[in-house]
């Protein structure tokens, strides 16, 4: 049973910084890529960063400069690193997985909230 499991949240003033984590079970961890997701209230669920399994990563344009993806096969976890926070980065951020090949994210973890207060 794949489990994705995210961590890390919560609430921090603008300028600030956060580290999300995630610890993924129950599958194979090379042939998947990762990926971060977000749903502020109101809002359709977007995308925000992803990581292939040889560390090619893709980042949208809001968090380009300011979030970094990373992960640790070793640990089957990928983190996603949030600097320069800004009150609009306010949302619930999901982890994702998806085996190489399909563009579909099949894997999704509970959701972890983040406040940027102003």
């Known amino acids: 049973q794949v489990q994705l499991v995210e961590s890390g949240g919560g609430l921090v003033q603008a300028g600030g910084s956060l580290r999300l984590s995630c610890a993924a079970s129950?599958?194979?961890?090379?042939?998947?890529?990762l990926g971060w997701f977000r749903q502020a209230p109101g809002k359709e669920r977007e995308f925000v960063a992803s990581?292939?399994?040889?560390?090619?990563?893709d980042y949208a344009d809001s968090v380009k400069g300011r979030f970094i993806i990373s992960r640790d096969n070793a640990k089957n976890t990928v983190y996603l690193q949030m600097n320069s926070l800004k009150p609009e980065d306010t949302a619930v951020y999901f982890c994702a997985a998806r085996f190489l090949g399909e563009a579909k994210y099949r894997y999704w973890g509970q959701g972890t909230q983040v406040t940027v207060s102003s």
């Open positions: 129950g599958l194979t961890f090379s042939s998947t890529v």
């Open positions: 990581i292939t399994w040889n560390s090619g990563k």
